[in-house]
């Protein structure tokens, strides 16, 4: 089976040393990947998925807000990955988004943003590690349980932002120990999920690396639909 294309967002800062490791889960999964962003072409009709990536901290006033603590802000990139992001949802293509990925789901479908999670939650919680030092649960029925399981799960955490109201048709996922929102994804197909942390330095982790097999599996599906249908590529869900 031809490998399915997945688009990777990253930061024009450290998109560099990122995409590698995104790009590595990808071909472990069975996908192949592509690195877009500022000033790259970026064609949703040539791939069949798309991973919007970490990085820098998204601007309120993308959510109707105004910036209340110091961040380190890419307004060229908020616009390019929000209307990546909403073409995407669209035209039903499976999406993942990886911490500030995820943030801009939410965004995207008009949630909004905690621009300082950790003053809300407690300073005494805060972790910043690539390493599996945070301990998320995940809810039950939902499509990332399905996924990795319910077991509670061990994951890293770099994050300053997180998830505050949920957007349309987004439920909670996972959260951590301290309420805080670790994981959202929209309720109804096609597959959009959105995790606060970074699975792709957990690549030797099973269930980290099956939110990837999972990616490649839709974006699979989406291409065999596309195929059948070409006109369904650029229609809206119902």
Same mark, same amino acid.
């Given at each position: 089976?031809?490998?399915?294309?997945?688009?990777?967002?990253?930061?024009?800062?450290?998109?560099?040393?990122? #995409?590698?490791?995104? *790009?590595?889960? $990808?071909?472990?999964?069975?996908?192949?990947? @592509?690195?877009?962003?500022?000033?790259?072409?970026?064609?949703?009709?040539?791939?069949?998925? %798309?991973?919007?990536?970490?990085?820098?901290?998204?601007?309120?006033?993308? /959510?109707?807000?105004?910036?209340? @603590?110091? *961040?380190?802000?890419?307004?060229?990139?908020?616009?390019?990955?929000?209307? %990546?992001?909403?073409?995407?949802?669209?035209?039903?293509?499976?999406?993942?988004?990886?911490?500030?990925?995820?943030?801009?789901?939410?965004?995207?479908?008009?949630?909004?943003?905690?621009?300082?999670?950790?003053?809300? #939650?407690?300073?005494?919680?805060?972790?910043?590690?690539? $390493?599996?030092?945070?301990?998320?649960?995940?809810?039950?029925?939902?499509?990332?349980?399905?996924?990795?399981?319910?077991?509670?799960?061990?994951?890293?955490?770099? =994050?300053?932002?997180?998830?505050?109201?949920?957007?349309?048709?987004?439920? @909670?996922?996972?959260?951590?120990?301290?309420?805080?929102?670790?994981?959202?994804?929209?309720?109804?197909?096609?597959?959009? %999920?959105? @995790?606060?942390? =970074?699975?792709?330095?957990?690549? /030797? *982790?099973?269930?980290?690396?099956?939110?990837?097999?999972?990616?490649?599996?839709?974006?699979?599906?989406?291409?065999?639909?596309?195929?059948?249908?070409?006109?369904?590529?650029?229609?809206?869900?119902?």
């Amino acid at each position: 089976m031809t490998r399915p294309t997945i688009a990777v967002t990253t930061s024009t800062r450290s998109g560099w040393r990122i #995409f590698p490791l995104v *790009a590595l889960n $990808l071909w472990l999964a069975g996908a192949r990947a @592509v690195r877009w962003g500022v000033g790259r072409p970026a064609d949703l009709d040539a791939v069949d998925g %798309l991973i919007i990536g970490g990085g820098d901290d998204i601007s309120p006033e993308l /959510y109707g807000m105004t910036l209340r @603590v110091a *961040a380190q802000l890419d307004p060229d990139r908020d616009r390019f990955e929000r209307k %990546l992001a909403e073409a995407a949802l669209a035209r039903g293509m499976p999406v993942l988004g990886i911490c500030r990925g995820a943030q801009m789901l939410n965004v995207a479908l008009g949630g909004t943003l905690d621009q300082d999670a950790w003053a809300t #939650f407690g300073m005494e919680r805060k972790v910043k590690t690539i $390493l599996p030092r945070r301990s998320v649960a995940v809810a039950p029925d939902t499509w990332l349980a399905g996924i990795t399981g319910t077991a509670p799960m061990r994951v890293n955490a770099l =994050h300053s932002q997180a998830v505050d109201r949920l957007g349309a048709d987004l439920r @909670v996922a996972a959260r951590d120990e301290g309420g805080m929102i670790q994981a959202i994804e929209r309720q109804s197909a096609p597959f959009a %999920l959105g @995790v606060q942390w =970074h699975p792709e330095h957990l690549f /030797y *982790a099973r269930r980290q690396r099956a939110l990837f097999r999972a990616l490649a599996q839709a974006a699979c599906l989406h291409s065999e639909g596309r195929k059948a249908d070409p006109d369904k590529a650029l229609a809206r869900p119902a």
